[in-house]
């Protein structure tokens, strides 16, 4: 698989990312089940900003910056459309902004940076063998 064709799967990627983020913004709200753990939503917060610092800084590695631009800029990047979405929210019929949404955004976008920092390659077969071992049998 060659290089522009990864970065041109994370480019989509990125992109498709940013625009869901941006339209699940304009939904009107529904139920949440809230814990005391944990108040609704915040875990899908979470997940959501940190596939997408994941999916930025495979995108920045493929464009090959260096470290520091690719753990902050998805942080940032994190950081900001959060903060997006929650002002978006203060139109929305239903919708509240919150802080603390953006605060797990953030926190999620940390993670996904790091992640993705650490070169953590996701195939289908890790063990090259394995494979071979399956035919064999």
């Not at 799967?9 to 940013?18: C, N, P, V």
């Not at 625009?19 to 814990?35: C, D, K």
Request: net charge positive; charged share 15%; proline share 3%.
């Amino acid at each position: 698989m060659g290089k522009n064709f990864k970065f041109y799967i994370y480019l989509a990627l990125f992109l498709a990312e940013t625009i869901v983020l941006l339209w699940f913004s304009f939904i009107p709200s529904f139920a949440t089940v809230e814990t005391d753990f944990m108040r609704g939503g915040d875990v899908e917060h979470f997940i959501a900003y940190l596939v997408y610092a994941f999916i930025f800084s495979r995108l920045m590695i493929n464009l090959g910056h260096g470290k520091r631009k690719i753990l902050l800029l998805p942080i940032l990047a994190g950081f900001f459309v959060g903060t997006l979405c929650e002002t978006i929210q203060l139109f929305v019929p239903t919708r509240v902004m919150d802080i603390i949404d953006v605060l797990v955004d953030t926190a999620g976008a940390m993670v996904g940076s790091w992640i993705s920092l650490k070169s953590i390659d996701f195939k289908l077969w890790p063990n090259k063998n394995l494979l071979t071992r399956f035919k064999n049998n």
